[in-house]
């Protein structure tokens, strides 16, 4: 901090801040929902829709850099929004897995089922025929 610039005290809500706001917000309940991290609340008083003036600031008694706050709540906003879609996507991305693994598991309990066709066993004796059966054409054969 400055020697110019003057010490932040606490909200005084004397209301200069609303009625110099161009776009019609409220620049105190904006900066006690950020205060809070209430970033619901400052979407809900429209934090977006803030134009970055400077007057709210140039208006205050307190000497609250309502700007900083304003600028810090858009970007901490956007980052969480950023957190929440990514989580999202995650979440239905593993959703998707464990369907798929599910589904797969189902069509190898299918396979294995007793409707499905019988598969055909051959006892140790036919094999060991068949390999004689196919030696001895083998050996006829010039």
Not at 31 to 41: M, R, T
């Amino acid at each position: 901090m400055s020697i110019d610039t003057p010490a932040q005290q606490p909200c005084v809500h004397c209301g200069d801040c609303v009625r110099v706001c161009p776009d019609a917000l409220d620049p105190e309940t904006l900066f006690f929902a950020l205060v809070k991290d209430d970033f619901a609340a400052a979407r809900a008083a429209r934090l977006d829709a803030c134009s970055e003036c400077n007057r709210c600031v140039e208006v205050c008694p307190s000497h609250i850099p309502l700007l900083d706050w304003f600028r810090w709540g858009k970007s901490e906003s956007a980052e969480r929004a950023r957190a929440d879609e990514a989580r999202e996507r995650f979440e239905a991305r593993n959703a998707r897995l464990a369907r798929e693994r599910a589904e797969r598991a189902a069509r190898r309990r299918e396979v294995a089922s007793p409707t499905a066709l019988p598969v055909q066993t051959i006892s140790h004796a036919e094999v060991l025929a068949a390999i004689a059966r196919g030696r001895a054409k083998r050996g006829q054969r010039p």
